[in-house]
T-cell receptor, first 114, second 114 residues
């Protein structure tokens, strides 16, 4: 199984809502990532978890809150988002440090904030 | 600052024609180099990677890439393009100086005309 599964595939939320994005992998990878991708742009790293601990936060606003409940799951909790937060949110995982191993990406969650 | 440059935003080729997508990086030592492909609204799939050794690497779907240290380049090639190759292609670089993350180029959108 070389899949990273993200749910939901699409999400529309209001600026006062609270929602969560979920990511799951069963490859035994110990590093998991959240990326944000705006249209016609490359993915931008948001967070990195290594061995279930947050190791990198790329100065992401606090309205985005990551959580890694166990080694297979990664969540991204969303609260009080802005329309400019609308984007494709990609989850990825890797066996080791992504700089020298392959990162596997999920299909993404298309988020629209209204 | 380290950077990854994909000079071509769009490329259009005829089906059956050869393809070369350019990637240049700015970094002192030999980085870890990747090419990813993304179909519209989808996640990223790894095509190939270079860490060390033979500078010509083979990937999936008939793609190959050549690392040229003197030119700081890692260009992606395919001898005969298929309509299903239409997608966006991202070059990415990992290096110790970047920490546990990839730095992506801006991407090249490939269009295939029949």
């Amino acid at each position: 199984d070389t899949e990273v599964t993200q749910t939901p595939k699409h999400l529309v939320m209001g600026m006062t809502n609270k929602k969560s994005l979920k990511c799951e992998q069963h490859m035994g990878h110990r590093a998991m990532y959240w990326y944000k991708q705006k249209a016609k742009k490359p993915p931008e790293l948001m967070f990195v978890y290594s061995y279930e601990k947050l190791s990198i936060n790329e100065s992401v606003p606090s309205r985005f809150s990551p959580e890694c409940p166990n080694s297979s799951l990664l969540n991204l909790h969303l609260h009080a988002l802005q329309p400019e937060d609308s984007a494709l949110y990609l989850c990825a995982s890797s066996q080791g440090q992504v700089m020298n191993t392959e990162a596997f990406f999920g299909q993404g969650t298309r988020l629209t904030v209204v | 600052a380290q950077s990854v440059t994909q000079p071509d935003i769009h490329i259009t080729v005829s089906e059956g024609a050869s393809l070369e997508l350019r990637c240049n990086y700015s970094y002192g030592a030999t980085p870890y180099l990747f090419w990813y492909v993304q179909s519209p609204g989808q996640g990223l799939q790894l095509l190939l990677k270079y860490f060390s050794g033979d500078t010509l690497v083979q990937g999936i779907k008939g793609f190959e890439a050549e690392f040229k240290r003197s030119q700081s380049s890692f260009n992606l090639r395919k001898p005969s393009v298929h309509w299903s190759d239409a997608a966006e292609y991202f070059c990415a670089v990992g290096a110790r100086e970047y920490g546990n993350k990839l730095v992506f180029g801006a991407g090249t959108i490939l269009r295939v005309k029949s």
